[in-house]
């Protein structure tokens, strides 16, 4: 359980934050993730060795859901009916090494997941693409605002920390990690060909997070002509509690948005306000 616990973290969130303040806990239990339905689609291309799972299912605007770390698309599973309900077309990402992915030989990165997913769109013939990050998933969307914005119609990104410090030192603490790191070792064993998937998994992260994510204020500033909503839950059990303010204040014209009796894992534990904080952004007209 320790072993699950550390890996938990690094591959959730990357570094530690000098800021040393409680996080109150909002919910100590997570409910179990509703399966997905069956996809429409299913697919995969090949990039530097390593093979990248999608699959697709519903009609209308594209949107790509990014999961987090040591998760895989499974992740979605309260997301998914109701977007395709909305007439969505959604577009499921096993990121590189998670899931059905495999992990290849390069380093980690998230720049690479981030062309891993313009790889995807490219194979599916999407100009552009709504982008729902959650966590890592919300990293990878706002590189992909950075290197890629024409790619990127709007972008919904939910935990994210762009530097190192805007991680919590304390967030190994978190009780909740004793429920949800035994989750993700067992669906990644379910889903990976891999026998040592997880633990090879474990260590390219580490590897990456010694380092990543790293952009500063100025590069966040590049992301022009894209909507964005920076999102957080207010008790986040492991992004300090000034990071998404910044974010949004870095980030011309992006919004605010921080849910008040939630933390990092609101798509699960607040699914009902989650959906309809998506559909609500979705379905914004203006242009940014």
Not at 5 to 32: F, H, I
Request: hydrophobic share 50%.
């Amino acid at each position: 359980m320790r072993l699950h616990n550390a890996v938990l973290l690094t591959v959730w969130v990357g570094g530690t934050s000098a800021v040393p303040a409680a996080v109150p806990q909002v919910a100590q239990s997570v409910p179990a993730v509703p399966a997905l339905p069956p996809m429409a689609f299913e697919g995969a291309v090949t990039r530097g060795g390593a093979k990248i799972w999608f699959g697709t299912v519903g009609k209308g605007p594209p949107v790509i859901l990014l999961h987090g770390g040591l998760s895989s698309s499974r992740a979605w599973g309260a997301q998914v009916p109701a977007l395709v309900m909305a007439g969505y077309r959604v577009v499921l990402i096993d990121s590189r090494g998670h899931g059905r992915s495999t992990l290849g030989a390069r380093p980690l990165s998230y720049e690479l997941m981030a062309q891993d997913v313009i790889a995807v769109m490219d194979s599916l013939a999407l100009r552009r693409a709504a982008i729902i990050g959650w966590s890592d998933g919300a990293i990878i969307g706002l590189v992909l605002a950075m290197r890629h914005g024409a790619r990127v119609d709007r972008i919904y990104a939910f935990g994210a920390n762009m530097d190192q410090k805007g991680v919590r030192n304390d967030a190994v603490e978190a009780p909740v990690l004793r429920e949800i790191a035994p989750r993700l070792a067992a669906d990644h064993a379910d889903l990976s060909r891999d026998p040592n998937g997880f633990l090879a998994l474990h260590r390219a992260v580490r590897t990456m997070q010694k380092t990543q994510p790293r952009y500063r204020a100025q590069q966040l500033a590049s992301i022009r002509d894209v909507a964005v909503t920076i999102a957080d839950g207010a008790h986040d059990e492991f992004i300090t509690d000034v990071h998404p303010g910044y974010l949004a204040h870095a980030i011309p014209c992006a919004k605010l948005e921080i849910y008040p009796n939630a933390g990092h894992f609101a798509p699960w534990q607040n699914a009902a306000t989650f959906n309809r904080a998506l559909l609500a952004f979705l379905g914004l007209k203006d242009s940014p």
